[in-house]
């Protein structure tokens, strides 16, 4: 199982939201392409990053630095944010980006084609608060359940998905194992990564033990950052498993 750290960009800085809370911000870096050379240095393999900027907003508002963390390191980078349109598919593939993550605009009308062009480099981002579906940067909340849409998902195709707990995300209460055994244990042949919550190494064991089930990673964000997470020692312990 791949352990991924986590780069939220906002305003230009590395930060951490509580819950997707633009209120509740933490500034831990100014460079986040520095984060990124120091994450891959670690020994991470594939690092996450997230335009919160374009999240909130539509618009693909950090492209520019995103692109330079994908051209300065050497492992994967994968890509989430305010990509909304074709066109912000392209531009992040001309990037040489292979991984980008969209939302539920994959299922809307008049993507199919996006879809249909893309597919090999897709993933789906699927958000929930109290297992349903929330969009447009967290600020709305659906009444469609997160494993419906991800059925609906793996049925055009997109079997690669990011499950975000927003409950749990930037609260190092732990993951939302319940949600991870349900997805898993309702859709088959899909990959999975989890992330939110995670708060320990003990979380990543935890985490680890659905790896034979098809998650294949999770995110870890904030214990990273806060130190409660040494991501070089998360690494090495996953590997020895």
């Known amino acids: 199982m791949l352990v991924i750290p986590a780069i939220d960009i906002r305003n230009g800085n590395c930060v951490r939201l509580l819950q997707g809370d633009p209120d509740r911000e933490t500034v831990y870096s100014s460079d986040p ?67 980008i993550i969209l939302g539920t605009v994959l299922l809307e009308s008049g993507f199919e084609r996006i879809v249909e062009q893309y597919r090999e480099v897709l993933i789906a981002g699927v958000d929930a608060r109290d297992s349903m579906v929330a969009t447009h940067g967290w600020k709305e909340v659906s009444s469609v359940s997160a494993l419906e849409i991800i059925k609906e998902l793996k049925e055009i195709g997109i079997s690669e998905i990011i499950y975000t707990d927003i409950s749990t995300d930037g609260m190092l209460k732990g993951p939302n194992l319940d949600a991870i055994d349900s997805i898993l244990s309702n859709v088959s042949g899909i990959g999975l990564c989890a992330s939110g919550g995670v708060s320990s190494i003990d979380d990543i064991i935890k985490l680890a033990e659905f790896e034979s089930r098809g998650l294949y990673g999770c995110i870890v964000g904030k214990a990273v950052y806060d130190g409660r997470v040494d991501l070089e020692d998360a690494l090495l312990t996953i590997k020895s498993r």
Not at 38 to 65: C, K, M, Q, Y
């Open 33 to 99: 392409v520095d984060m990124a050379r120091r994450f891959e240095d670690l020994g991470a393999e594939l690092i996450h990053v997230v335009d919160l900027d374009g999240a909130f907003s539509g618009e693909t508002v950090n492209h520019e630095v995103i692109a330079k963390i994908a051209s300065t390191v050497s492992i994967k980078i994968e890509v989430g944010g305010g990509i909304r349109t074709g066109d912000a598919v392209s531009r992040y593939v001309d990037a040489g980006i292979s991984r």
